[in-house]
């Protein structure tokens, strides 16, 4: 074991330790020079024959774990192969697994378990989503840690694995007795999401009624006879994740997320109330009922058929190879539940996994939401505005590329900046979290600020939408936003904003926005942002590629600053050439007219004495000739 006090690799300090598992001890670090605390994991050598198959089931963990980022998912910082332990420094994760809730209260509350599970649904649907998908496979309450907030993380990659289209089977049976489906152990074939479906399910079933799946005799009965208070609408949701046949089951994460959402709409006293009021309905009116039943039984068939059309057209669009496909099947999805945000989300990801969003693939995104907005807005309003508009928004400010731009050496557009104002307006307005609200205002408020960055005031001042565009450039570059979003989004936004303050440098300056020190300083904060996605993601060919253009505008501004100094030191020469120049040549005009002053001096009294002399000659003239006459 690691001692308490020690530093591993010169920067974490174990402080105590936080968990033991059969092979393995998770240690709470500092990480003293960033001040911030980091989770451990030692796997230690000594005594264990097959080290090195566990070994190498925790490279593939944390390999895995590298790739993805999820609100409900830890992140792993570093890996240390130590010579006789194996060390994981991952986000340290505070609270306890909900096994240990099950332990300390039993039976959990039947509504936090739904809003636990809703959690679930949509990290599992996350995985699965992947290319390829990825299975989790060893869903349970040991593996699902309760933070303070209430919301929860999934820990423990172990047993997670690839699908792989090709194969009939998984090559190693692994999970948990109990919570496992059967096709994990039995050899009926390969696990895929269905199989997360049923191990949810498992564990829905253990926290709602307090008893244990993986006791024997590994029986799982309807859970109101263990609690009659419970639902029987979640009763009939944990019932269908737990068939045994895969085909039996929901077929998705989004499937199961629905009914949990709805699941007060399945209850037998909820039907019952809707089957007194039918039956009394139809004791009036019996012979319009007769028309009624005959349209209603029309439109629940319809209703079914429908809801199937629609998630079979959104997975396949979600395992199509090529973009064009995709977007057909996605837009097949929207005419058949054009109320449904879920089918314009997918084309929006789609469309985006590049890392661009080209002038046409944001026309067809656009067609298809103007022509049900009004729809989308009054069915879904939040959904529509977190996962749409927001999101659409963030892709035309940060990746939107028209097809008029002839040159990438920018990193923005300004076509997009200015378009993304609308959706990001419907965010601040309906998002559901504050969060979103707030990111989607300052967004909208740097929008106008860019558009109007030209302007200026009588006095020559920058107009007022402008002033705080470098204080909100700072603040959308923060350093949580890969945890807020993800690695794609967070080296987006730090490619946009080095790209503007690289074309803007002397433009802020200029007006007195920001100091020559304000922004190498945020430089040096946003390059290690990147450096840190850098390392997290070492295998992401196409996240690598947006930290090498976040780098290279980081490196071009710098030059810039350098090129400023020397631009300045050039201009003061020539200030002084100049000056001299100036002086010297109003030396010499000094002297000219100094000169000339001294040629007219004299040139005047030459005059004088000449018409002295003229005067004196006349005067002489004039007595000789008096003299004359006289004689």
């Keep these: 074991m690691l001692e308490i006090g020690s530093v591993i690799d010169g920067k974490y300090k174990i402080l105590n330790v936080v968990g033991k598992g059969g092979m393995s001890v998770v240690y709470l670090a500092m990480n003293e020079r960033a001040n911030k605390q980091w989770a451990i994991k030692e796997v230690r050598k000594d005594g264990m024959q097959s080290f090195e198959v566990v070994k190498q089931n925790l490279v593939a963990e944390t390999d895995l774990l590298k790739k993805l980022n999820h609100p409900h998912l830890p992140s792993i910082i570093d890996v240390i192969d130590c010579d006789d332990?194996?060390?994981?420094?991952?986000?340290?994760?505070?609270?306890?697994?909900?096994?240990?809730?099950?332990e300390t209260?039993?039976?959990?509350?039947?509504?936090?378990?739904?809003?636990?599970?809703?959690?679930?649904?949509?990290?599992?649907?996350?995985?699965?989503?992947?290319?390829?998908?990825?299975i989790y496979r060893d869903m349970k309450p040991s593996n699902v840690m309760l933070k303070p907030d209430g919301n929860v993380m999934l820990i423990d990659f172990g047993t997670a694995r690839e699908f792989k289209s090709t194969s009939v089977a998984d090559t190693t049976c692994l999970g948990t007795q109990g919570y496992a489906a059967p096709e994990q152990f039995g050899g009926h074939g390969q696990t895929d999401a269905r199989t997360d479906i049923y191990c949810l399910g498992a564990t829905m079933y253990h926290l709602v009624t307090g008893h244990n799946p993986a006791t024997p005799p590994y029986e799982m009965y309807p859970i109101r006879q263990w609690n009659p208070m419970l639902s029987?609408?979640?009763?009939?949701?944990?019932?269908k994740c737990t068939q045994r046949n895969p085909e039996d089951r929901y077929q998705s994460c989004a499937e199961l997320l629905y009914a949990l959402d709805h699941y007060k709409d399945l209850d037998i006293e909820n039907k019952k109330v809707q089957s007194f009021k039918w039956k009394t309905f139809l004791a009036s009116f019996i012979m319009t009922i007769v028309m009624l039943v005959g349209t209603i039984g029309f439109s629940a068939g319809l209703t079914v058929q429908?809801?199937?059309?629609?998630?079979?057209?959104?997975?396949?669009?979600?395992?199509?190879?090529?973009?064009?496909a995709a977007e057909k099947y996605y837009l097949d999805a929207i005419n058949v539940d054009p109320a449904n945000p879920l089918a314009y989300q997918k084309l929006l990801e789609?469309?985006?996994?590049?890392?661009?969003?080209s002038e046409d693939e944001y026309n067809t995104i656009k067609d298809a939401i103007y022509e049900h907005e009004d729809e989308l807005k009054s069915k879904y309003p939040s959904e529509y505005a977190d996962n749409v508009a927001y999101k659409l928004g963030q892709a035309l400010y940060f990746s939107y590329v028209p097809s008029s731009q002839e040159s990438e050496s920018e990193n923005f557009s300004t076509a997009g900046i200015t378009v993304s104002q609308r959706w990001l307006d419907i965010a601040q307005k309906m998002g559901s979290t504050e969060q979103i609200k707030h990111r989607a205002e300052l967004l909208s408020s740097m929008s106008k600020a860019y558009q109007n960055m030209s302007g200026k005031s009588l006095e020559g001042d920058p107009v007022e939408e402008v002033k705080?565009?470098?204080?909100?450039l700072v603040e959308i570059a923060s350093p949580n936003i890969a945890k807020e979003e993800n690695n794609?989004?967070?080296?987006?936004?730090?490619?946009?904003?080095?790209?503007?303050i690289y074309t803007k440098y002397y433009w802020f300056i200029k007006n007195s926005l920001a100091t020559a020190k304000d922004i190498s300083n945020e430089l040096d904060n946003i390059e290690k942002y990147v450096n840190e996605i850098k390392v997290a993601v070492p295998d992401d060919e196409e996240l690598q590629i947006l930290v090498n253009e976040c780098l290279d505008n980081i490196e071009n501004t710098r030059s810039l600053d350098t090129y400023a100094l020397r631009l300045r030191f050039c201009f003061s020469l020539f200030q002084s050439f100049c000056f001299s120049c100036l002086i010297s040549k109003q030396f010499l005009i000094s002297e000219q007219v100094v000169q000339s002053r001294k040629q007219s001096k004299k040139c005047r009294r030459q005059i004088i004495q000449r018409a002295d002399f003229v005067l004196t000659e006349r005067r002489l003239l004039h007595s000789f000739q008096k003299m004359t006459k006289r004689i």
């Design 232 to 239: 029987s609408g979640l009763e009939e949701i944990i019932l």
């Design 468 to 472: 705080e565009y470098w204080n909100n």
């Design 350 to 357: 789609r469309c985006t996994s590049d890392s661009k969003l």
């Design 105 to 134: 209260s039993g039976a959990q509350n039947q509504d936090d378990v739904i809003e636990w599970a809703k959690q679930l649904c949509d990290v599992l649907g996350y995985l699965h989503s992947r290319k390829p998908p990825i």
């Design 488 to 500: 794609q989004i967070a080296l987006l936004i730090y490619r946009n904003v080095t790209s503007q």
């Design 306 to 324: 429908t809801s199937s059309t629609y998630e079979s057209y959104i997975a396949n669009g979600d395992s199509a190879v090529s973009q064009d």
């Design 85 to 102: 332990t194996f060390l994981i420094v991952m986000d340290y994760i505070e609270g306890n697994p909900l096994s240990k809730a099950l």
